[in-house]
Every structure is written in structure tokens, then in C-alpha cells.
């Protein structure tokens, strides 16, 4: 838990249940999996939480009620974003339901605050508001993870039924594994009333790249993609990062009055090491960048990148920041 996060698209984090279980690829490399099965392993909100593979710590499916930390967030009186239950989540399998009611009723009673909401298992969460029958809070944003089209397409139409009720809703594509259509869900929609229903894109698109150890690179297109269907659509978006991959040229111009030496130097700090495909198929490079002799995928098929690291990486998008709220907070 903490008030001063990293993380670009919230102030605050707030871990009042933690734990979860694996359930789609974009929870393979998950930072807070890991680090529950390493350097807080012994710590009584992790410890057991977790079980050792070949590939390092997996959620075993056990979650855990933090009760000294759930009124943290009465206890902070200025405004601030809150990411709620950032290292699990609130609507995992072995949450009670009871549980999420003492959630709900902190936020309930801190207006002061936008708590964010983040689930891979929005059936749940709908079935839950539905039969709570809550009326939705202005300062309660619920979102779902989906890191490609099939987790959007089978995840969305459940947020559709939530925003129906006048919730907040947001999508969170990160780590971003592949292209994603916000509206490829049918345009018009049964509803759990049996009324038809206009398809709703997300009020709200958060989107990124994976960073650490093992990160999946995203390929420029989707991101972009994604970026310009926000635009067309009016959706605030933010993009967080690209994560511990980054896009770069084929070969470099070389310059006139530069030598050999420095011409090979400049290209294998800048040039791509690999070769990432439209479905995410990464390619190792067999030729150095500044050898004419590379064989190089097609353009058209392929893009460039480079293990580089998310500080390196950065954030921009073609040379911009994205940084939108919803509200227009920037």
C-alpha cells in the first residue's frame, strides 16, 4: 500500500484483500505475483499467497482480508486517486462476499476520493452489484483488465451491463498482448433484462506495455490502433507506458563525416535486435544492425524493437504524452 505510487494512472494504492489466481496470459509475469513470492513472501499480508514453479511464484487461488489497512482511506483527507486492492483482486474467486461489502462501504463513505476498481472477473462483479442492487457512486470507477481481443470480447459485454445501471466504467489493456477492437462486441445486445441494448465502449482506456523480467513486447500498431479509436470515439486515453520494449529503426542513415567505428557504434545502441510480427511472433535477428548483409523481415509484416527497459522506453507515442482522465484531468 502506498500514498505516493509510481503508477501513472493513480495517486494512491489500497491492498485491503490481497491475493489471486492466474485465470489469462496477462497475469503470467503479474509485478504483484511476483514480488508476494519473493521479497514479501514472509510478510503477513503474502505470506502463503503464493507457490514456487520453474517459473517463479504463481497465485495459489488464497486471498487474505487486511483489516488494519481497510480504513486507510478515511484516514487521508485530501482527494486522491485510489487503485483498490492493486496487488489482487476484489472479485477473486475466494473473496466473500462480505468482504466486498466492507470494500464498497469505505468507499461509500469517502467521497473525497476516486477509488479505482480493476478485475479480471467483471461476471462476478456484475452479479454482485445486481443482486446488492447499489446505486451507482460518482466517485467508484470499475474497470476490467484485457489484454487482447478474446479477454476484451468475453470480458466487455459484462462492464456493458454495469454501465447500464449508471457505473463508471474503464478498460485497462496491460499489458497490451495483442490488436483490440473496442467495438467489435455486436453493436446492438440482449441484456440480462432481455431488453436490446446499444454496445457501450469504455468511458475510460488505460494501455501499455509489459516491463521486467520475461515482458512480451506490444507491437506499435496495436497501440496506435487503440490511440485512434479512442480519438474517433471521444475516450480519454492514457497511455503508460511501452514497456520494457521499445520500437526502433531497421538500419540508421549514416552520416557523412562519421567513421566505421562510429557508425556501428551508434547502430547497435539504436538498432533493433529483433523482429516483432503483427501477432505478437518475435523474431531474433541473425546480423548485426550495421551489416548490409542482414536479412530482414518485411516491413509491411514486421516491426523493429529492442530490449531496452521501461525507463528507456519512455512514454511517448509518436513523439506525445497521452495522459487523459476522464473529468479531464491531465
Known amino acids: 500500500m502506498s500514498d505516493n505510487t509510481k503508477i501513472e494512472w493513480t495517486d494512491a494504492t489500497w491492498n485491503p484483500i490481497t491475493g489471486c489466481a492466474v485465470v489469462s496470459p496477462g497475469c503470467t509475469n503479474c509485478y504483484a505475483m511476483k514480488l508476494a513470492g519473493t521479497r514479501l513472501k ?5 505470506e502463503g499467497l503464493t507457490v514456487e514453479t520453474k517459473s517463479g511464484p504463481v497465485w495459489n487461488g488464497k486471498v487474505r482480508l487486511n483489516a488494519d489497512w481497510m480504513e486507510q482511506p478515511l484516514r487521508w483527507s485530501r482527494p486522491r486517486m485510489i487503485f483498490v486492492c492493486a496487488h489482487g483482486d476484489l472479485f477473486a474467486e475466494g473473496v466473500p462476499d462480505e468482504w466486498i461489502d466492507m470494500v ?8 473525497q476520493h476516486t477509488f479505482q476498481v480493476l478485475t479480471k472477473r467483471p461476471e462476478r462483479m456484475r452479479d454482485y452489484l445486481f443482486a446488492r442492487r447499489h446505486l451507482p457512486f460518482p466517485n467508484i470507477w470499475l474497470g476490467t483488465s484485457a489484454e487482447d481481443q478474446t479477454r476484451y470480447s468475453a470480458r466487455w459485454p459484462f462492464m456493458e451491463d454495469i454501465a447500464e445501471r449508471g457505473w463508471m466504467v474503464w478498460v485497462s489493456a496491460e499489458p497490451l498482448l495483442g490488436p483490440l477492437h473496442l467495438l467489435a462486441t455486436p453493436l446492438r445486445k440482449v441484456g440480462p433484462d432481455g ?22 513486447p506490444m507491437h506499435p500498431e496495436w497501440i496506435r490502433a487503440l490511440r485512434d479509436q479512442c480519438q474517433i470515439h471521444r475516450i480519454p486515453f492514457l497511455f503508460k507506458q511501452w514497456g520494457a520494449w521499445k520500437p526502433v529503426p531497421w538500419k540508421l542513415e549514416r552520416i557523412e563525416t562519421e567513421t566505421d567505428a562510429e557508425y556501428i557504434e551508434r547502430s547497435e545502441k539504436e538498432c533493433s535486435t529483433h523482429a516483432l510480427s503483427r501477432t505478437g511472433y518475435l523474431i531474433e535477428l541473425d546480423h548485426k544492425p550495421w551489416s548490409w548483409a542482414r536479412v530482414l523481415p518485411q516491413p509491411d509484416t514486421h516491426h523493429a524493437v529492442k530490449l531496452v527497459g521501461k525507463t528507456a522506453a519512455g512514454r511517448l507515442l509518436d513523439g506525445v504524452e497521452h495522459n487523459a482522465f476522464p ?3 491531465a
Open 327 to 329: 473529468g479531464g484531468r
Open 104 to 111: 464498497f462501504a469505505v468507499m461509500a463513505s469517502a467521497p
Open 195 to 216: 431488453k436490446v441494448h446499444l454496445a457501450r465502449p469504455p468511458m475510460w482506456v488505460v494501455a501499455g506495455g509489459e516491463s521486467g523480467p520475461g515482458a512480451r
Open 42 to 46: 514472509n510478510h503477513r499480508s503474502r
